[in-house]
Nanobody
Framework: QVQLVESGGGLVQPGGSLRLSCAAS????????MRWYRQAPGKERTLVAR???????YYVDSVTGRFTISRENAKNTVYLQMNTLKPEDTALYFC?????????WGKGTLVTVSS
């Protein structure tokens, strides 16, 4: 079955960097657009970045210039490189794909930005 497993989160100081990974199994990511979302404490889950099948990328304004989404189809993995992290980036980060009209989510990886 479709499965997404996020990893790479942790505690980092403001200005630091993290690289998140989303390992997919049960399907091949090649023909699908892939997305990263995040959910801060007490807030709704929101889109952070998207990468299409032809590697076109989109970012929410608050992360533009700091985050980079990428995909490695051969490894069935999507990445989110996060630089110049801010306390407001603290959230649970989720990988997402829509397959056959159904939304699939991983369990998330926690990113905490604090000094």
């Amino acid at each position: 079955q479709v499965q997404l497993v996020e990893s790479g989160g942790g505690l980092v100081q403001p200005g630091g960097s993290l690289r998140l990974s989303c390992a997919a199994s049960g399907f091949t990511i090649r023909p699908y657009h892939m997305r990263w979302y995040r959910q801060a404490p007490g807030k709704e889950r929101t889109l952070v970045a998207r990468i299409t099948t032809d590697f076109t990328t989109y970012y929410v304004d608050s992360v533009t210039g700091r985050f980079t989404i990428s995909r490695e189809n051969a490894k069935n993995t999507v990445y989110l490189q996060m630089n110049t992290l801010k306390p407001e980036d603290t959230a649970l980060y989720f990988c997402n794909v829509i397959v056959g009209g159904l939304d699939y989510w991983g369990k998330g990886t926690l990113v905490t930005v604090s000094s």
